[in-house]
């Protein structure tokens, strides 16, 4: 009884430990994007900010950087892109997982053999590609890419997921008279909803903060994803010396992930645990 004690306490501590690790960057991220660059230059790096604290810096961001512009790319970018892929994940995971046809292994391989490779080593034959197509420098290119990219783990994190469903639902739904669009649609594609959020996460993630394609395939400013955006604003701010405003759009990108992260949270922890119990 005392070691139960003793291990629950000691993993509390741990785990508390751990949180504060992970937590306070953010909190610091917070605070130091309402300190002004006095605050910065000639107090304390870690000190709390002064009062009254600088709201502005969020306004002035928004407006002096056209901040708001890489807000909704993303946006747009991150919602559409992960909606399509986590749809072709899901319709070709459940194709390779459900139905026997010769060549399902080899057509499983390769999509883990995908991921093997850098990515970063196909973006010359990838920029040829989209340029031949006329989709360099467009928002639907860069959603093109993005959902075609996440498709290779999306199709290995819900393989698994879909063969552990029964074999007895699609008979039901067979016998119902629904054909394979149906069942997959109507009765598959619910129950596998803990595994979608959770390859919907990580893709947003991904996604979110994704840098090095955006950079190489949007060269128009007003087309700027967050990434490339804060990072263009970070070169012209270090001369300015505006790190308060630095931070407000470093704290303006992460909101949305948290909310995110925030509203999905049992869905995740669902479908982390959904393949074991089954």
Same mark, same amino acid.
């Given at each position: 009884?005392?070691?139960?004690?003793?291990?629950?306490?000691? !993993?509390?501590?741990?785990?508390?430990?751990?949180?504060?690790?992970? !937590?306070?960057? @953010?909190?610091?991220?917070?605070?130091?994007? @309402?300190?002004?660059?006095?605050?910065?230059?000639?107090?304390?790096?870690?000190?709390?900010?002064?009062?009254?604290?600088?709201?502005?810096?969020?306004?002035?961001?928004?407006?002096?950087?056209?901040?708001?512009?890489?807000?909704?790319?993303?946006?747009?970018?991150?919602?559409?892109?992960?909606?399509?892929?986590?749809?072709?994940?899901?319709?070709?995971?459940?194709?390779?997982?459900?139905?026997?046809?010769?060549?399902?292994?080899?057509?499983?391989?390769?999509?883990?053999?995908?991921?093997?490779?850098?990515?970063?080593?196909?973006?010359?034959?990838?920029?040829?590609?989209?340029?031949?197509?006329?989709?360099?420098?467009? @928002?639907?290119?860069?959603?093109?890419?993005?959902?075609?990219?996440?498709?290779?783990?999306?199709?290995?994190?819900?393989?698994?997921?879909?063969?552990?469903?029964?074999?007895?639902?699609?008979?039901?739904?067979?016998?119902?008279?629904?054909?394979?669009?149906?069942?997959?649609?109507?009765?598959?594609?619910?129950?596998?909803?803990?595994?979608?959020?959770?390859?919907?996460?990580?893709?947003?993630?991904?996604?979110?903060?994704?840098?090095?394609?955006?950079?190489?395939?949007?060269?128009?400013?007003?087309?700027?994803?967050?990434?490339?955006?804060?990072?263009?604003?970070?070169?012209?701010?270090?001369?300015?010396?505006?790190?308060?405003?630095?931070?407000?759009?470093?704290?303006?990108?992460?909101?949305?992930?948290? @909310?995110?992260?925030?509203?999905?949270?049992?869905?995740?922890?669902?479908?982390?645990?959904?393949?074991?119990?089954?």
């Amino acid at each position: 009884m005392r070691q139960t004690r003793l291990q629950t306490w000691s !993993m509390t501590v741990i785990l508390g430990f751990w949180s504060l690790c992970v !937590m306070y960057p @953010l909190f610091w991220t917070v605070i130091a994007s @309402l300190k002004d660059n006095k605050q910065f230059l000639l107090g304390h790096p870690w000190a709390l900010p002064n009062f009254p604290l600088l709201w502005e810096n969020y306004s002035y961001v928004w407006q002096k950087y056209k901040f708001g512009n890489y807000f909704i790319n993303s946006i747009s970018v991150t919602t559409v892109s992960t909606t399509a892929g986590v749809l072709l994940s899901a319709t070709t995971a459940y194709a390779i997982a459900r139905f026997a046809f010769r060549g399902s292994n080899l057509l499983f391989l390769s999509y883990l053999a995908y991921k093997m490779i850098p990515a970063f080593l196909g973006i010359i034959p990838l920029f040829f590609l989209m340029n031949d197509l006329h989709l360099t420098n467009t @928002l639907s290119g860069l959603m093109l890419i993005y959902a075609i990219t996440a498709v290779p783990f999306g199709v290995f994190m819900l393989v698994g997921f879909f063969k552990t469903l029964p074999k007895e639902l699609e008979e039901a739904a067979a016998i119902d008279g629904a054909n394979h669009y149906g069942t997959f649609f109507r009765v598959m594609l619910p129950l596998a909803k803990p595994g979608l959020v959770s390859l919907a996460i990580v893709t947003v993630l991904n996604i979110w903060n994704e840098y090095i394609m955006a950079l190489v395939f949007i060269s128009t400013p007003g087309k700027y994803t967050l990434p490339v955006g804060i990072a263009v604003m970070q070169a012209e701010m270090q001369y300015r010396t505006e790190w308060g405003p630095l931070f407000a759009a470093l704290t303006i990108a992460m909101v949305p992930v948290l @909310l995110f992260y925030f509203i999905f949270q049992r869905q995740i922890t669902g479908g982390m645990t959904a393949g074991a119990v089954k």
